[in-house]
């Protein structure tokens, strides 16, 4: 019998500082904290051994937080047991989420020793005055030593994370950002526009009616996000994904993963799981976490599965971020049926808006559409 492919995610929550506008389940940890985190994430890992007949993995994801702040050798005993314990694909894809100012050559060299091949660094902006008031932890110059070290350690797959929507960004700032991005030549650019999260001490100063004067207007928005698409197509960068843009062949697998509606199993505090049809997310509390942990695969095969209109409903709303869109084929093929009435009904308007367009077999939106994206891919999820 063909083993399934499955992906997995391993949360770790530990930053050096946290950044003013983060609101992930990260924090920083004493080593003591950071020791006692690992014990327990290797017993949430071996309560799912009885997954390993069944499955291939075809990508691990460490993220965070930040993984690289943490000793490498933890990093190496969760693949060493994940090898163990479940068979590894030939061609897998194994990324790190690792920030600027944590990373040294012997915790690179180590990292592709064990097998990893993808380096997720966090930059957010080229310019020092955005990197302080995000509260980043480093300058430019640091990203820079760190995306050089990763290179000269034989790292020839690299992201970089962006952000845009920044208070009192301007398109120039945002150009002058990209095109310096771009001359490093990554394979992977992660371009999200920044949203201000309540509980954040970003809200307490740019959430305000007084701070959102500063963040760029709903118009200068689009206009960044548009400009993004055209600049990094015209330096080789297609877009993948609404955020997501990749040189030919190096869209992040994993990640792929979720957006096709693919099964994947998150381990560690707040990591979040598709398998078997089943929906389930750890818990966030370090503590709730340490009491699931011990007895998380019970917790798993006691989930019930989701429906199937559930199912449909998003693999509509995951695949329309997509820049390929959803096909009709594989709906069908998936589900044993075709699209509903109703979502031809929206379809059909979609169309006739603009806001979306047929591709061959596929279905996905348009230029136009991606400005509403998130308007249009919930209306998938309210039949
Ligand atoms: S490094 Fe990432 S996870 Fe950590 S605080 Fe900053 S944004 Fe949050």
Redesign the pocket.
């Known amino acids: 019998m063909d083993k399934k492919p499955i992906s997995v995610y391993v949360h770790i929550p530990f930053?050096k500082?946290?950044?003013l506008?983060?609101d992930?389940p990260?924090a920083p940890g004493t080593p003591e904290e950071i020791a006692y985190y690992f014990r327990i994430l290797m017993k949430e890992i071996r309560s799912f051994e009885a997954l390993d007949s069944l499955h291939t993995i075809t990508t691990v994801f460490f993220g965070?937080?930040?993984p690289s702040l943490v000793s490498p050798l933890y990093i190496e005993q969760v693949l060493n047991l994940l090898r163990t314990q479940y068979h590894f694909d030939k061609d897998i894809e194994i990324t790190l989420e690792a920030?600027p100012g944590t990373l040294t050559k012997d915790n690179l060299t180590a990292y592709r020793r064990m097998g990893i091949g993808r380096l997720s660094l966090?930059l957010q902006s080229v310019h020092e005055d955005e990197l302080k008031m995000l509260g980043?932890i480093h300058s430019y110059q640091d990203f820079l030593n760190s995306y050089e070290m990763a290179r000269e350690a034989g790292f020839s797959n690299i992201n970089i994370d962006l952000m845009s929507g920044l208070p009192r960004q301007t398109m120039d700032k945002w150009k002058k950002t990209l095109e310096t991005v771009c001359a490093l030549d990554p394979e992977h650019i992660s371009a999200y526009s920044l949203i201000i999260e309540e509980g954040t001490p970003f809200a307490e100063t740019w959430g305000t009616r007084q701070g959102r004067i500063y963040l760029p207007g709903e118009e200068l928005d689009r206009q960044m996000y548009r400009y993004t698409k055209e600049y990094l197509a015209s330096r080789g960068y297609e877009r993948y994904e609404i955020s997501n843009y990749a040189k030919k062949g190096r869209e992040c697998r994993h990640n792929m993963t979720y957006w096709t509606c693919g099964e994947y199993i998150g381990f560690g505090q707040s990591a979040a799981s598709y398998v078997d049809e089943r929906r389930f997310q750890n818990p966030a509390g370090k503590e709730e976490y340490r009491n699931y942990a011990r007895s998380a695969y019970a917790s798993y095969k006691a989930t019930k599965p989701l429906s199937l209109k559930a199912r449909e409903e998003e693999y509509m709303f995951l695949g329309l971020r997509t820049a390929r869109g959803v096909s009709r084929e594989e709906f069908k093929k998936r589900f044993g049926e075709s699209f509903p009435g109703t979502y031809e009904k929206k379809l059909l308007e979609y169309y006739q808006q603009g806001f979306m367009e047929k591709n061959g077999d596929r279905i996905r939106l348009t230029d136009k559409g991606i400005d509403v994206s998130n308007i249009i891919m919930a209306d998938f999820l309210q039949d």
């Open positions: 930053c500082k946290k950044c506008y983060c992930f990260s965070g937080g930040t920030n966090g980043r």
